[in-house]
């Protein structure tokens, strides 16, 4: 029997090879997909979500477990989308325009991913415009927009504009090293996430 605590084991330890191998086992035995998503997947993730929180891991050790999660997902996603299952929402994210940073942006994608949303990464330098476009073609319903750099955070509140302007309502959820809480309520964000964990809780509480 395939067993999902351990998928959840192999997740947090970061083992990609492990992490396929009993997702796919998971698979053949027929069990359900979202079960394999929920108790092997998402349950390492949220483990390592909490340890990074509490500075028990740090970045490296983080997107280890990201990477070994996401090449699990690439066998699992088939059979999520046969059975149906809908992603918890859909989320763009990018860094914004004039900024080339993607480290932390990166890491908030695969944990998003891990969570269970359906992610498209923008990566980086993204113009409000292009955030506007996917908004509309893909219906997206939350945006995530990152800035390492005081200089380019203006472009989050441009993006907020923009979208303002074309009367959209996705919600836009920012973070980033000189990005505060106070910023966020200062441009009109919805949320604002001071680490990785904590955009996948504000997301969650976004697309509630």
Same mark, same amino acid.
């Given at each position: 029997?395939?067993?999902?605590?351990?998928?959840?084991?192999?997740?947090?330890?970061?083992?990609?090879?492990?992490?396929?191998?009993?997702?796919? $086992?998971? +698979?053949?035995? #027929?069990?359900?997909? /979202?079960?394999?998503?929920?108790?092997?997947? %998402?349950?390492?993730?949220? &483990?390592?979500?909490?340890?990074?929180?509490?500075?028990?891991?740090?970045?490296?050790?983080?997107?280890?477990?990201?990477?070994?999660?996401?090449?699990?997902?690439?066998?699992?996603?088939?059979?999520?989308?046969?059975?149906?299952?809908?992603?918890?929402?859909?989320?763009?994210?990018?860094?914004?325009?004039?900024?080339?940073?993607?480290?932390?942006?990166?890491?908030?994608?695969?944990?998003?991913?891990?969570?269970?949303? $359906?992610? +498209?990464?923008? #990566?980086?330098?993204? /113009?409000?415009?292009?955030?506007?476009?996917? %908004?509309?073609?893909?219906? &997206?319903?939350?945006?995530?927009?990152?800035?390492?750099?005081?200089?380019?955070?203006?472009?989050?509140?441009?993006?907020?504009?923009?979208?303002?302007?074309?009367?959209?309502?996705?919600?836009?959820?920012?973070?980033?090293?000189?990005?505060?809480?106070?910023?966020?309520?200062?441009?009109?964000?919805?949320?604002?996430?001071?680490?990785?964990?904590?955009?996948?809780?504000?997301?969650?509480?976004?697309?509630?």
């Amino acid at each position: 029997m395939a067993d999902l605590k351990a998928l959840a084991e192999v997740i947090i330890k970061g083992d990609q090879a492990t992490a396929v191998s009993i997702t796919k $086992e998971a +698979i053949e035995e #027929g069990l359900a997909p /979202k079960t394999i998503l929920d108790e092997g997947l %998402i349950a390492g993730m949220d &483990v390592v979500g909490a340890r990074f929180k509490k500075n028990e891991v740090y970045i490296p050790e983080v997107l280890i477990s990201a990477r070994a999660m996401k090449m699990a997902m690439e066998v699992l996603e088939p059979e999520l989308v046969k059975a149906g299952v809908e992603p918890l929402g859909k989320l763009a994210i990018g860094t914004v325009q004039g900024d080339l940073h993607d480290i932390g942006k990166n890491l908030v994608a695969m944990m998003l991913k891990g969570a269970g949303f $359906e992610v +498209i990464d923008l #990566g980086v330098d993204v /113009k409000p415009e292009k955030f506007v476009e996917k %908004i509309k073609e893909d219906g &997206v319903q939350l945006i995530g927009i990152s800035a390492l750099l005081t200089t380019t955070m203006p472009g989050m509140e441009k993006t907020i504009k923009a979208l303002k302007d074309e009367g959209l309502s996705a919600k836009v959820m920012i973070g980033g090293a000189p990005v505060t809480q106070e910023y966020a309520n200062k441009i009109g964000a919805d949320g604002y996430a001071p680490d990785a964990a904590s955009a996948v809780d504000i997301a969650k509480s976004l697309v509630a």
